[in-house]
């Protein structure tokens, strides 16, 4: 017999693997099983998702708008971090799952549950980023995880299908098309099927949010984004809301290919995955921030918020977000971009995003002390004592092996 539970909340997205195991834990456990989705800007993937959850057995779906606390206190962190995981993946999918998992553990509380699942294999990271959240922000709940339960006869995808068609549960995917995929307002991943093989090129109906590249306008198109101490404010010059401003972005980067990425990543667990990633609207704010930074900080800060990203990168990645370290870094990021405040304009064309133009009234840029014109600014003799001591090392050195 099973350890008692008097009732589960499961977060529920309803595709493969939480369609089929929303009615595996009603029959295992014998409990109330609630149902949580939680909408991130997945576009219309939570259509009719209540009457699913519903018909496969849950007693209750709670379907929650959280694109608005998702965008301001996780992707706006997350940008003015500028961390990108072993330097592609802007960590749509590691970002998501924390607040996913807080909101969990929130109606767990409310509806006064002894128990949260997920869907998460014992394979993935993403088994990492539920649990973590919930030991962080209620440890008493039980953690029911299907795929790492002995019982669990689904071991494969194909297996799930089959478990799915069985109990009459409506997929969308079949044997034939069965990537793994993960959406939100910030990108879309896709894992799986061909995807395994690293040899085997992403195909052009592979993509979501964005268009194959061959398919997008031969004419180029251009952006301006106004960011106020790193966030994003304004959009062609309007101020612009902060789920709006990243929906149209993705319209706009989207039609022109812009974010794709073909990566072969660590994965905690310690194995090597392959996943196609779209990110069109967040790779056109984080070319903007990253242009804005290099007129408005100081090289020894910003060279030092390039080495600290990488760790910020690896804790999102490894599910560390209810941590102090994290807490830590995000007042030293807003330290940073304290002066971080201008306008960018951005050329987007055959799956590139270009710099077109930036300026800021916080610019650290002297055109007189960068022109090749020599002035009154710059003593150019200065710099021979300069180079003889900063060289001063590799001098001695030399001279030491020559003897």
């Given at each position: 017999?099973?350890?008692?539970?008097?009732?589960?909340?499961?977060?529920?997205?309803?595709?493969?693997?939480?369609?089929?195991?929303?009615?595996?834990?009603?029959?295992?456990?014998?409990?109330?099983?609630?149902?949580?989705?939680?909408?991130?800007?997945?576009?219309?993937?939570?259509?009719?998702?209540?009457?699913?959850?519903?018909?496969?057995?849950?007693?209750?779906?709670v379907?929650?708008?959280?694109?608005?606390?998702?965008?301001?206190?996780?992707?706006?962190?997350?940008?003015?971090?500028?961390?990108?995981?072993?330097?592609?993946?802007?960590?749509?999918?590691?970002?998501?799952?924390?607040?996913?998992?807080?909101?969990?553990?929130?109606?767990a509380?409310?509806?006064g549950a002894?128990?949260?699942?997920?869907?998460?294999?014992?394979?993935?990271?993403?088994?990492?980023?539920?649990?973590?959240?919930?030991?962080?922000?209620?440890?008493?709940?039980?953690?029911?995880?299907?795929?790492?339960?002995?019982?669990?006869?689904?071991?494969?995808?194909?297996?799930?299908?089959d478990?799915?068609?069985?109990?009459?549960?409506?997929?969308?995917?079949?044997?034939k098309?069965?990537?793994?995929?993960?959406?939100?307002?910030?990108?879309?991943?896709?894992?799986?099927?061909?995807?395994?093989?690293?040899?085997?090129?992403?195909?052009?109906?592979?993509?979501?949010?964005?268009?194959?590249?061959?398919?997008?306008?031969?004419?180029?198109?251009?952006?301006?984004?106004?960011?106020?101490?790193?966030?994003?404010?304004?959009?062609?010059?309007?101020?612009?809301?902060?789920?709006?401003?990243?929906?149209?972005?993705?319209?706009?980067?989207?039609?022109?290919?812009?974010?794709?990425?073909?990566?072969?990543?660590?994965?905690?667990?310690?194995?090597?995955?392959?996943?196609?990633?779209?990110?069109?609207?967040?790779?056109?704010?984080?070319?903007?921030?990253?242009?804005?930074?290099?007129?408005?900080?100081?090289?020894?800060?910003?060279?030092?918020?390039?080495?600290?990203?990488?760790?910020?990168?690896?804790?999102?990645?490894?599910?560390?977000?209810?941590?102090?370290?994290?807490?830590?870094?995000?007042?030293?990021?807003?330290?940073?971009?304290q002066?971080v405040t201008?306008?960018?304009?951005?050329?987007?064309?055959?799956?590139?995003?270009?710099?077109?133009?930036?300026?800021?009234?916080?610019?650290?840029?002297?055109?007189?002390?960068?022109?090749?014109?020599?002035?009154?600014?710059?003593?150019?003799?200065?710099?021979?004592?300069?180079?003889?001591?900063?060289?001063?090392?590799?001098?001695?050195?030399?001279?030491?092996?020559?003897?």
């Open positions: 017999m099973s350890e008692k539970v008097k009732k589960i909340v499961l977060a529920y997205s309803g595709g493969l693997d939480t369609s089929v195991i929303l009615p595996w834990l009603r029959e295992k456990y014998g409990c109330e099983v609630i149902a949580f989705a939680a909408e991130l800007g997945q576009g219309d993937e939570l259509s009719g998702i209540k009457k699913k959850a519903l018909a496969s057995g849950a007693s209750k779906c379907v929650a708008d959280l694109r608005k606390e998702f965008v301001e206190n996780y992707l706006w962190p997350l940008l003015k971090s500028g961390a990108v995981y072993e330097n592609g993946y802007l960590l749509g999918t590691s970002v998501a799952r924390p607040l996913i998992a807080k909101e969990q553990v929130r109606i509380n409310e509806e002894d128990a949260v699942a997920h869907g998460a294999t014992g394979k993935g990271n993403d088994q990492v980023r539920f649990e973590l959240t919930f030991m962080a922000l209620n440890p008493k709940l039980k953690i029911i995880a299907p795929w790492k339960d002995p019982s669990f006869e689904l071991t494969s995808r194909e297996a799930a299908v478990y799915a068609k069985k109990h009459r549960i409506p997929i969308e995917q079949s044997k098309k069965i990537y793994s995929r993960d959406r939100n307002i910030w990108h879309i991943s896709h894992e799986g099927a061909d995807l395994e093989d690293p040899w085997n090129e992403p195909q052009d109906n592979l993509f979501v949010m964005s268009k194959p590249i061959s398919k997008t306008p031969a004419q180029a198109q251009y952006v301006e984004v106004g960011l106020e101490k790193g966030v994003p404010v304004r959009l062609n010059g309007k101020k612009t809301a902060a789920v709006k401003m990243l929906q149209t972005l993705n319209e706009l980067g989207g039609k022109h290919g812009v974010g794709q990425v073909d990566l072969v990543e660590n994965r905690l667990v310690g194995m090597k995955s392959r996943g196609i990633y779209e990110t069109p609207g967040g790779t056109i704010l984080l070319t903007a921030l990253r242009a804005l930074e290099t007129i408005c900080l100081d090289r020894e800060t910003l060279h030092y918020k390039q080495q600290v990203a990488l760790r910020y990168a690896e804790l999102v990645y490894n599910g560390q977000w209810f941590t102090p370290l994290r807490k830590a870094l995000d007042a030293f990021f807003d330290s940073v971009q002066p201008g306008t960018v304009r951005l050329k987007l064309h055959k799956g590139h995003c270009r710099l077109a133009g930036v300026k800021s009234p916080n610019s650290l840029y002297a055109a007189d002390l960068a022109s090749f014109t020599m002035g009154a600014e710059y003593d150019s003799t200065d710099a021979t004592g300069f180079i003889r001591l900063f060289g001063l090392p590799l001098k001695v050195q030399a001279l030491k092996k020559k003897k």
